[in-house]
């Protein structure tokens, strides 16, 4: 909405200069570009040219040698046309070209940009939003630079240029074209723009009663139930009577609109002629000359009709990219590509908070982590709990290094977390969320996520380990299969197989498991369970766990409430906890 309202304000200075940061993408192709203007000038100039020449046409029938003249003048006119057609080719040609090499430079650095952007940045904005940014912000910016662009440079020297050979023509009948002309079309634009609004509220008013309609006969239930078959018919006759009255009343303004134009436009044409065959009349026109004017008066005022559309298709240019802007002003995470990363052949996977202290930047007064201390031994399993908005989700995402704390410090293997490369520590870590999210590739795509390049025999051994090959065997293509948009066509526990075989493949040192709290059919679970079992297996695995016996067989428990440890130990010594929080937990979740 914010950015709607921007869009509409007009074009600001500050949004005017972040445009022209664009030209870091056109630079590489300016001669081009720059070859392309001068043939945009050449054609619109040829253009110009047109209407003089045709009037000469009209002249001619007067000199002596008349036939000589019309020949020549024609092949005048035909060497333009040519020309023009010459040009105008190039001219369309190079701009596409540097349009297409600017945008996909453009797109390629977007993207790049975004998704290295820190996790606190998907945070606060929405996914649609910064898709659009991708595809529809620069779709438009491609129609700006190949036709908006071209438009308004062609507008504006049919305006000026134009104005000037009839200055040239005739000073008097200028003066008098300009004092009517231009007003007429500027309030046939306004006139326009009024009822084109008109039509919107309409639009609106439409869309609200068909609203109506699709949401009482979905609910229809609900309508029936509550007989409210008749307040429904009320409603829906209000909105379709105001349809009716805006319809008419929109009706009357287009009717007033083209009688406006009728009598503005034929009139002001009208004024025109009348003023020129006076001239005429004293031998200060010729009527080619006439009739070359007139012609200009058509180009000049559609040019300057034109150019309301070409302004307001450049305000959401320069709109959208203020937006893209926007996002590269966004700091990046200091990530590294595979190549640069320094490998770490002896991480143990150990790691350390101390008095690790955080709260989102989005409410920087709730300390979602509060304090924090506790130490993971290479190997160790862990497993957290406590109660919902406790912050295990919020450790998680600590651990993988997704925000920064506030106050303390992690460590791993003894030393600072900023000390490593954030892809190198990135790599030794692998996440089995409680939501598995798969692409919508194949099945072999989504395991070899976890080590991209994997051969054959790693993608099946690992979905073997992950108790995932005999269901992927079963399906008729195999590690083929596509699993459909995000993972819909497996069941809840196929994902999270799958899920289990990339991270098997990574063969981090550190596991995150989000343990799933949706009911898995018990055999499935079992299947699921004994995967994670072998997953954990020599590695150190911090468990946010649901399940008895995740938390029974973990080496250590933490508890968490509040943003703090509050109790920690393995299941039997907290158990013992009178009045304990796991042993409230525990009585509560798992009946014991
Ligand atoms: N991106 C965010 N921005 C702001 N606050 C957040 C964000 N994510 C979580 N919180 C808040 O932080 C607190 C801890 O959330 P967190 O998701 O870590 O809890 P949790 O223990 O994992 O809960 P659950 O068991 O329900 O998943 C909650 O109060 C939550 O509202």
Not at 94 to 104: D, G, H, I, M, S
């Amino acid at each position: 909405m914010a950015e709607e309202k921007k869009k509409r304000k007009g074009i600001s200075k500050a949004a005017l200069k972040k445009s022209f940061r664009l030209y870091k993408y056109v630079k590489p192709y300016r001669g081009e570009f720059a070859i392309g203007l001068i043939f945009l000038v050449l054609s619109s100039a040829a253009n110009l040219a047109f209407p003089k020449y045709l009037g000469d046409l009209v002249d001619a029938t007067k000199s002596e040698d008349i036939f000589e003249k019309i020949n020549e003048i024609i092949l005048i006119l035909a060497i333009i046309l040519v020309a023009q057609a010459v040009v105008s080719f190039f001219r369309v040609l190079l701009f596409v070209n540097v349009t297409q090499k600017t945008l996909a430079n453009l797109r390629q650095e977007t993207y790049q940009h975004l998704i290295q952007l820190p996790i606190s940045f998907f945070n606060r904005k929405r996914v649609g939003e910064l898709n659009s940014r991708i595809s529809s912000d620069i779709s438009l910016l491609q129609e700006t630079f190949t036709t908006t662009l071209a438009e308004f440079i062609r507008q504006i020297i049919v305006i000026f240029g134009g104005i000037t050979i009839l200055l040239v023509t005739s000073p008097q009948l200028t003066f008098f074209m300009l004092m009517v002309v231009p007003l007429v079309i500027v309030l046939a634009v306004f006139f326009g723009r009024f009822i084109r609004s008109y039509a919107k509220k309409m639009q609106n008013e439409v869309a609200d009663s068909n609203t109506i309609v699709e949401e009482t006969l979905q609910g229809i239930f609900n309508v029936k139930a509550y007989a409210n078959e008749f307040f429904e018919i009320a409603r829906y006759r209000k909105r379709t009577d105001e349809v009716a009255r805006l319809g008419m009343k929109g009706g009357l303004y287009r009717g007033a609109f083209s009688s406006f134009m009728v009598l503005g436009m034929f009139g002001a044409m009208v004024a025109v002629i009348w003023q020129g065959v006076n001239l005429m009349a004293n031998n200060e026109l010729q009527p080619g000359e006439l009739m070359s004017f007139l012609f200009y008066t058509a180009f000049i005022g559609g040019s300057i009709g034109g150019l309301a559309s070409v302004y307001a298709n450049l305000q959401k240019a320069i709109g959208a990219t203020e937006a893209l802007m926007d996002i590269f002003d966004e700091g990046k995470e200091e990530l590294q590509a595979k190549e640069d990363r320094e490998p770490l052949p002896n991480f143990k996977g150990e790691f350390e908070l101390k008095n690790l202290s955080f709260s989102y930047p989005n409410r920087p007064d709730t300390k979602v982590l509060n304090n924090l201390s506790f130490e993971v031994k290479a190997g160790e399993q862990i497993a957290v709990v406590g109660p919902s908005g406790a912050g295990k989700s919020t450790l998680v995402s600590m651990i993988l290094n997704f925000y920064q704390p506030e106050s303390g410090e992690l460590l791993f293997d003894g030393r600072p977390a900023t000390d490593y490369q954030l892809s190198a520590l990135r790599d030794h870590m692998a996440v089995v969320p409680q939501d598995v999210f798969l692409f919508g590739g194949s099945i072999r795509e989504n395991i070899s996520y976890g080590k991209p390049g994997a051969s054959e025999e790693e993608i099946i051994e690992a979905a073997q380990k992950a108790n995932a090959w005999s269901f992927i065997q079963e399906f008729p293509e195999g590690l083929d299969t596509l699993v459909g948009e995000r993972g819909v066509q497996l069941s809840g526990g196929q994902r999270q197989r799958v899920a289990i075989a990339r991270a098997i493949l990574k063969d981090p040192r550190i596991l995150i498991l989000d343990e799933a709290t949706s009911a898995l059919d018990s055999e499935s679970e079992r299947l699921v369970q004994d995967a994670l079992d072998h997953l954990m297996k020599g590695r150190t695995s911090l468990v946010i766990a649901h399940r008895l016996a995740t938390v029974r067989a973990a080496d250590r428990i933490l508890v968490m409430d509040h943003g703090e440890l509050v109790e920690m130990g393995t299941h039997e010594e907290l158990i013992q906890k009178e009045d304990g929080i796991y042993q409230n937990l525990s009585q509560l979740q798992f009946n014991t």
